[in-house]
C-alpha cells in the first residue's frame, strides 16, 4: 500500500481530517491482525518509526509505532483509539519529518511526557507513561488521527533534497 502525502489536494484533504473512532465489533481477530501487519509492513518499507492508518487511507483510529526501548532494542506498538490523557508542562524542540510530507523537516515544541490512553488489539484498555522518542511519535501520531500534520506546528521548517544527502 501507498502511504499518502500531501503532494494531491485530495490526499491532503483526508490526511487532516479526524479519523473516525476503531469499532471492533465490525472488525474480527484475523482482519485487526492483518491490518496491524500491513500498517507494520507498510511503516517498515518506508522506514519509519510511526505511521497512522489515514496515512494508508484508512479513516480509523489506529497508529503503529516502532521505538527503541532504553535498553535500545527496538519495541512495537500497535494502539487504537488513542488518547493523550496527560502531557508534563515542560517542553522540548526537536526535528521530526513525515512520510507523509516528504523531504520536508522542522522542529516542532512537544510535551517531554505524557500519559496516553486507548485499545490493545484485541480491545483492552491500555496506558503508557511515555517520554523521549516515544513521547514524541505518540503525539506526532495521535495529531495525524486529529486530522493535524507536523507542518502545522513546525517552526524552521526546510526542505531536504535527495542530492543533498549524497554530498
Request: net charge positive; hydrophobic share 40%; glycine share 8%.
Amino acid at each position: 500500500m501507498k502511504i499518502i502525502t500531501i503532494a494531491v489536494k485530495s490526499d491532503e484533504k483526508f490526511l487532516r481530517q479526524k479519523a473516525v473512532p476503531f469499532d471492533f465489533s465490525q472488525h474480527g481477530k484475523k482482519e485487526v491482525n492483518e491490518l496491524i501487519s500491513r500498517m507494520r509492513r507498510d511503516m517498515m518499507a518506508a522506514e519509519g518509526i510511526g505511521l497512522a492508518a489515514n496515512q494508508i487511507g484508512l479513516n480509523f483510529s489506529v497508529f503503529v509505532a516502532r521505538v527503541p526501548d532504553k535498553d535500545g532494542r527496538m519495541k512495537f506498538y500497535a494502539l487504537f483509539n488513542p488518547e493523550i490523557e496527560k502531557k508534563s508542562a515542560e517542553k522540548i524542540d526537536y526535528e521530526e519529518g513525515c512520510l507523509s510530507v516528504p523531504k520536508v523537516f522542522g522542529s516542532v515544541e512537544r510535551p517531554e511526557k505524557i500519559t496516553l490512553v486507548g485499545q490493545d488489539k484485541n480491545g483492552g484498555k491500555v496506558k503508557f507513561k511515555a517520554w523521549g522518542l516515544l513521547a514524541r511519535v505518540f503525539q506526532h501520531e495521535v495529531d495525524h488521527l486529529d486530522g493535524v500534520l507536523f507542518i502545522d506546528k513546525a517552526k524552521k521548517v526546510h526542505t531536504i533534497n535527495i542530492q543533498d544527502q549524497d554530498n
